[in-house]
């Protein structure tokens, strides 16, 4: 279902506007002669009988240093998506109760907030989730989130342990430590107190200010205490066979070679389909790597090594029906930015709102996917993933007609027949002033702003890639030419959380002297009913909440158009084409979150 509702979908032969990807079509063999009858004299040998189905899948990644939930890394993250589930898991964007009995909901009685005084020398939390000290004297009122959590009675670890309340607290203590990484660290960060009240019973209270839907999540990770209690977590992160929760469990990891697993007897989920499974580390270079799943070395390449090797070579083989190609949008994409409030005294041609419009209209995405060889790229319509609920469009549609028709009604158009527009009539703007802007970009961009240059040019807009280097090009101070907003147009990736992403175009985060130069709204844009919109997403506390609010971001994004979006690069995974079960989800803590439904076809 997910793999349908969202970009997460089979790209067999790496078609799907990813690719231009060409090839013959696959059609079916001829039938071939049967075999000569055996002769009166020949012996007969009795019919072999039908080989079961092969019950081992044999994974290939590079091997991580560790596999935990406080040690972050793409390839550690999908080792421990087998042998490791928490207290809920994501999947398609949307929280699952795993550990659970349940999850806490506002309408349970489960998640309540409270109104509290901030201490002098407490954290808070702004609209943001931003944490900061409170120095003031005067009273601060502020609302408290306050979360209980239930496990699952009976619930036992892989080596048959009991896991309980106090597991959990073991979490919370490791993710409070400094080498600790990632979510967990995050969230400790923002945490004022996490507490038992029983064997299966946790309540978490938040530091006042820190709002969230994802509340329903911060049941800390539960880690075996009775193997680990009183050690740091590097000593827990040097543990070759730790015991888990989920589908199987570890029986040997040798160091750069392999990790071997059987199903987890104590399970909570579905029992897995395969009798055993191998993560396999093979010393061979990047190159190498497809032949190995070729020659059946290995069933299953994932992200880490799979995203480093060429596309087209995967898609090549994908083409040959020789592999089978997984994928779904990851939070990253490319934009383009315009420059809609220079500094005083200065002049920008991206700030005239026809003009933005008129460009949107003007580049195509779609043929901007296919632009960057090697690549898989999808094009992109907002902040939000496709297939995230509440996404909506904020670029107008690709319409060269519509945008040249939009320069015409404003007064750009080429009466000196040099092929580019110049202002005639144009209110604010001098007789004649040529429609040229400069596009900033650091040099890996280079491709991709020529095809966005030539798009321009189709509709008479003239624009001037001007490459410059990252550390120069997002300097944090008035010199720099994005902070400074010395630029016209300015093209560069970014990512993140799909939520927390809103916060991009809150007016306070345009860099200047008040946020020392830090923000990243590097057009200037600035909407009260934007940040009013982002931040009743960012502490909304139900799902309906937070996504009427990022609808309302995104409408107020798309009328004043300070963005547009151009391109999402996915994820992906290779996999022999018998591999079942496969459901790739960006969303998800790893690229094999549903372990348990894998299997492999039959010879």
Not at 418 to 425: L, Q, S, V, Y
Request: proline share 10%; charged share 20%.
């Amino acid at each position: 279902m997910r793999a349908l509702q969202r970009i997460g979908v089979l790209l067999a032969l790496c078609c799907m506007g990813l690719m231009a990807c060409g090839g013959p079509t696959t059609t079916p063999s001829p039938p071939t002669a049967m075999p000569p009858q055996p002769t009166a004299t020949a012996a007969l040998e009795p019919s072999p009988e039908p080989e079961s189905p092969r019950q081992e899948l044999i994974i290939c990644s590079v091997e991580p240093r560790a596999a935990s939930p406080f040690e972050t890394s793409t390839a550690g993250g999908d080792l421990l998506a087998l042998f490791y589930e928490g207290s809920v898991e994501r999947v398609g964007y949307a929280w699952e109760p795993r550990l659970l009995e349940r999850l806490p909901s506002l309408e349970s009685g489960d998640a309540m907030t409270r109104t509290v005084i901030v201490a002098q020398g407490s954290r808070y939390a702004d609209a943001s989730g931003a944490v900061f000290v409170y120095t003031g004297t005067a009273p601060l009122m502020m609302p408290q989130l306050v979360v209980t959590f239930t496990l699952q009675s009976n619930l036992r670890w892989s080596d048959g342990e009991p896991l309980t309340a106090q597991d959990a607290l073991l979490g919370y203590h490791l993710a409070q430590e400094p080498e600790a990484t990632g979510r967990w660290a995050e969230l400790a960060a923002r945490t004022q107190r996490f507490e038992a009240l029983n064997v299966r019973t946790l309540r978490w209270e938040g530091i006042p200010g820190y709002l969230t839907a994802d509340f329903v999540s911060f049941g800390f990770p539960p880690q075996p205490s009775h193997r680990w209690r009183g050690l740091r977590l590097e000593e827990v992160l040097a543990d070759r066979e730790p015991v888990g929760t989920g589908p199987f469990m570890i029986t040997a990891w040798e160091r750069g070679r392999e990790v071997r697993f059987v199903p987890n007897p104590y399970y909570v989920g579905t029992p897995p389909k395969l009798a055993s499974l191998v993560v396999r580390f093979p010393q061979a270079s990047m190159a190498a790597w497809p032949q190995l799943l070729v020659s059946g070395e290995c069933d299953v390449v994932l992200p880490d090594p799979a995203m480093k090797i060429d596309w087209q070579r995967w898609a090549t083989l994908a083409t040959q029906g020789q592999v089978v190609l997984w994928a779904d949008v990851s939070p990253t994409f490319l934009r383009l930015d315009f420059n809609i409030a220079p500094p005083e005294g200065k002049r920008s041609l991206a700030a005239e709102r026809d003009v933005r419009q008129a460009l949107a209209h003007c580049i195509d995405r779609a043929r901007l996917t296919s632009a960057l060889a090697g690549s898989a790229l999808l094009p992109a319509q907002s902040f939000l993933p496709p297939g995230y609920p509440g996404a909506t469009a904020v670029n107008p549609p690709y319409n060269p007609t519509a945008g040249q028709a939009l320069l015409e009604a404003a007064g750009w158009r080429d009466e000196d027949g040099n092929g580019f527009r110049e202002a005639h009539g144009v209110p604010g703007i001098a007789e004649g002033t040529p429609l040229s802007l400069s596009l900033h970009l650091s040099p890996w961009y280079m491709v991709a702003a020529a095809h966005i240059s030539a798009d321009a040019e189709t509709c008479g807009i003239r624009l001037t890639p001007q490459p410059a280097d990252a550390l120069y090009l997002y300097a944090p101070n008035p010199e720099g030419p994005l902070a400074g907003r010395a630029f016209d147009l300015v093209l560069f990736g970014w990512g993140g959380e799909p939520v927390a992403l809103c916060g991009s175009w809150r007016s306070d985060r345009i860099p200047g002297a008040a946020n020392d130069w830090e923000g990243e709204n590097f057009s200037g844009f600035a909407s009260p009913v934007y940040d009013a919109a982002c931040e009743r997403a960012l502490n909304a506390l139900t799902l309906d909440e937070q996504r009427a609010a990022l609808g309302e971001a995104q409408a107020a994004l798309a009328l004043e158009l300070p963005t547009l979006f151009l391109t999402w690069r996915p994820y992906w995974f290779v996999a022999r084409p018998e591999v079942l079960g496969l459901q790739p989800d960006s969303s998800a803590a790893g690229a094999l979150w549903n372990a348990e439904a894998l299997e492999l076809r039959g010879p």
